[in-house]
């Protein structure tokens, strides 16, 4: 695809990339993710160069647990690879994918839309992934902006067995209301004219071209998928970006299913979705005792039955 890209887009790229580097670590002169792992490269959809890593479990091989990072963030950053490891040491032979989404480390300078066009650069890294024979089940993890990713990965592709949204805001408009108002002004209207172009309109239709963003929100789709994804919740009850409107997509998603909300998916494993609150924090979750446990419980289930 042929992508226009006009000053705004040129100076919203450059916020993302500077936001990154004041975080450090994170932008294109970062180091690899340690040993044991190897780095990749793959095309996304619409063109966007995709980086990330890989670790590949032990012999006997369950899964393949797709990590997504924050926005800001990259698939090196926050020590993403000791926690995937942490999870790989609970669950041997499970594999393991942490990636940079568009206009983060090492990948392309898309513009993000905290959601749709992300999906197509999960997509990418799963077909990559097929192609090296990486093990199924296909489980997506991600925080914040990689949660509202995971979550909609999982009702648009098809390849996605389950995700695990941690810290998600209820949709990218809600997600980026935390934008300084002033920054704010320029980031929505150059990302939904961004994808505006043709050649967008073209891939995704006009309805979803024109407004990308408002695009991103789960309730405006059925979200009955056929393959029907396990889908994990974990969010505070302090959370700035309010786990109450968060759980209203929550309640959409099989909304003609009933599933009983804060338990663990070992206490109702005949639902298709979970929905954990810890209570006292806010969005971050690092500290919580509980994470860990409720994590190793939904990937149990997951690949072992």
């Known amino acids: 695809m042929k992508i226009k890209r006009n000053f705004r887009t040129k100076l919203v790229s450059k916020l993302f990339r500077e936001h990154q580097n004041f975080l450090g670590g ?5 180091g690899g993710p340690g040993p044991g792992f190897a780095e990749f490269e793959c095309s996304s959809l619409d063109g966007c160069a995709i980086h990330g890593w890989t670790f590949t479990g032990q012999a006997r091989r369950h899964g393949t647990l797709i990590y997504l990072h924050g926005i800001g963030s990259s698939c090196v950053a926050l020590d993403a690879a000791k926690r995937i490891t942490d999870i790989c040491l609970e669950h041997p032979g499970l594999s393991a994918c942490a990636v940079d989404l568009r206009c983060h480390g ?21 077909q990559c992934l097929k192609e090296h024979d990486f093990p199924r089940p296909f489980i997506v993890m991600g925080d914040s902006m990689g949660g509202m990713v995971a979550t909609a990965s999982a009702m648009f592709l098809s390849d996605v067995a389950a995700s695990i949204s941690i810290m998600p805001p209820a949709s990218p408009l ?18 939904n004219a961004f994808y505006r172009q043709d050649s967008y309109r073209m891939l995704i239709g006009p309805d979803a071209s024109e407004n990308i963003l408002l695009h991103g929100d789960l309730t405006y789709h059925e979200c009955k998928p056929s ?3 396990r889908l994990l919740y974990v969010m505070g009850d302090h959370d700035p970006f309010d786990y109450l409107k968060t759980k209203l997509v929550w309640d959409h998603i099989y909304s003609s299913q009933s599933a009983r909300f804060d338990v663990n998916r070992s206490d109702a494993p ?3 979705k979970w929905f954990r609150v810890a209570q006292g924090y806010g969005h971050d979750l690092s500290q919580w005792p509980e ?4 994590v190793h419980d939904f990937l149990s289930r997951e690949l072992h039955g």
Request: charged share 20%.
């Open 26 to 30: 994170c932008g294109k002169n970062r």
């Open 270 to 272: 005949d639902q298709n």
């Open 106 to 126: 090492r990948s392309g300078d898309y513009l993000p839309t905290l959601g749709i066009a992300e999906t197509w650069d999960v997509s990418a890294v799963i």
């Open 291 to 294: 994470l860990s446990g409720i």
């Open 174 to 191: 809600v997600g980026i209301q935390e934008v300084p108002r002033l920054v704010r002004s320029q980031i929505i209207p150059a990302i």
């Open 227 to 229: 393959h029907q994804p």
